[in-house]
């Protein structure tokens, strides 16, 4: 049962982070969608003005970057990369967790560093309070989710060490 547990919680930390890195790639479709049903002149301006503002701004930002400077893009291609790497790595604990849990536990000092970073780089650049608590929040999320996986590792290794003697 613990075995399952820790690949399901695995297989879909591995999901979000794919899925996570793939959306980097498309980010001027991507931005232009949410513009588009989100942004200014949508329901969402009724609803929450700052956030259809900033996704506007966003897009706008992304758009002519874009088009003046193509090759900014490829800053997104490496974050795209690198989340994608960053779950391959996880396959090593979803093999052999017990083994592998420092995986795990990287995880889990990646996640927490999500906080400071946006608490402090994120008002030097200019980014909304409301959105840098919206990047917090992955990070919380992925250290809330990873930290239930060890726990889980780490029971499950107990019970096999007791299993051995």
């Not at 979803?94 to 970073?117: D, H, S």
């Not at 608490?119 to 608590?133: E, K």
Request: glycine share 8%; hydrophobic share 55%.
């Amino acid at each position: 049962m613990l075995e399952k547990r820790i690949k399901y919680l695995l297989i879909f930390f591995i999901t979000a982070m794919i899925l996570s890195g793939l959306t980097a790639f498309p980010i001027e479709k991507g931005l232009g969608f949410l513009n588009s049903n989100f942004g200014p002149g949508t329901i969402m301006e009724n609803y929450w003005p700052a956030m259809s503002q900033w996704i506007g701004r966003v897009f706008a930002g992304v758009v002519n970057t874009y088009h003046l400077y193509p090759f900014i893009a490829y800053g997104t291609d490496w974050l795209a990369f690198a989340h994608i790497v960053i779950a391959i790595a996880f396959i090593g604990p979803l093999r052999e967790p017990v083994k592998n849990i420092w995986v795990v536990e990287f995880g889990m000092i990646a996640c927490a560093l999500v906080l400071p970073l946006a608490l402090i780089c994120g008002p030097i650049r200019g980014i909304p309070f409301f959105w840098i608590l919206i990047d917090c929040s992955f990070g919380v999320l992925g250290f809330i989710l990873l930290w239930v996986t060890r726990k889980y590792i780490l029971r499950s290794a107990t019970i096999y060490s007791s299993n051995d003697q």
